[in-house]
């Protein structure tokens, strides 16, 4: 009967050390990205590279031009 009283001690440990670890995640769970903000993202990145690259070659083409 002690080793069973044990037993049931070290669950209701463990079980409340899962309550701690479900709440953290609980707590988080508000500041993660949803699918809709990571695409949102994805295509503000592409766009700005895209920008930075058309940009970059007409300051290329602007530097050629002025030394020819």
Request: hydrophobic letters at 50%.
């Amino acid at each position: 009967m002690d080793d069973i009283s044990r037993r049931l001690g070290e669950v209701g440990t463990d079980v409340s050390t899962i309550k701690a670890d479900v709440a953290g995640i609980k707590a988080r769970i508000p500041c993660l990205a949803a699918k809709s903000d990571v695409r949102e993202a994805r295509t503000s990145i592409i766009q700005w590279r895209v920008g930075t690259t058309i940009a970059a070659a007409a300051l290329a083409f602007a530097v050629a031009k002025l030394v020819h």
